[in-house]
């Protein structure tokens, strides 16, 4: 057993977000472990750049409303105490809404997340359903 220390927090790069995010890295397993998480902090309007993750990835809502889009122009809104699966190479984004902060914990595995555009304004703001 070992208690991981504590990372400082990061400020989320520009070629990965739109707008100030902060994340507090909690688990990088070691081989052959591959479970990555992190809690990752919004400030309004903020938000991914579209992204996807070879093995997929987890999120689960601490506060806020999340907001998660998909390439086919799927926007669901996710509260506090839900969690949103998006599957092995499904290009999305994730982010806050324009009114207030977010946080959520992301969890996935294996370092393998391909990076790509910023997600326009108009992608952000499409219709959105809410996860229940």
């Given at each position: 057993m070992e208690l991981i220390a504590k990372q400082p927090t990061a400020t989320g790069p520009a070629d990965w977000f739109t707008g100030a995010v902060y994340i507090n890295q909690l688990v990088a397993a070691e081989a052959p472990a591959r479970l990555r998480a992190g809690l990752v902090r919004f400030t309004p309007g903020a938000r991914t750049h579209w992204h996807r993750?070879?093995?997929?990835?987890?999120?689960?809502?601490?506060?806020?409303?999340?907001?998660?889009?998909?390439?086919?122009?799927?926007?669901?809104?996710?509260?506090?105490?839900?969690?949103?699966?998006?599957?092995?190479?499904?290009?999305?984004?994730?982010?806050?809404?324009?009114?207030?902060?977010?946080?959520?914990?992301?969890?996935?595995?294996d370092d393998d997340v391909t990076w790509n555009e910023a997600v326009t304004d108009a992608d952000y703001r499409r219709g959105r359903t809410l996860a229940h």
């Open positions: 993750h070879s093995l997929g990835q987890t999120l689960h809502i601490v506060s806020g409303i999340a907001l998660v889009g998909t390439r086919d122009g799927t926007v669901i809104e996710a509260r506090p105490g839900d969690t949103v699966w998006t599957p092995k190479g499904e290009e999305h984004w994730h982010g806050a809404t324009g009114d207030q902060f977010m946080a959520h914990l992301a969890m996935w595995e």
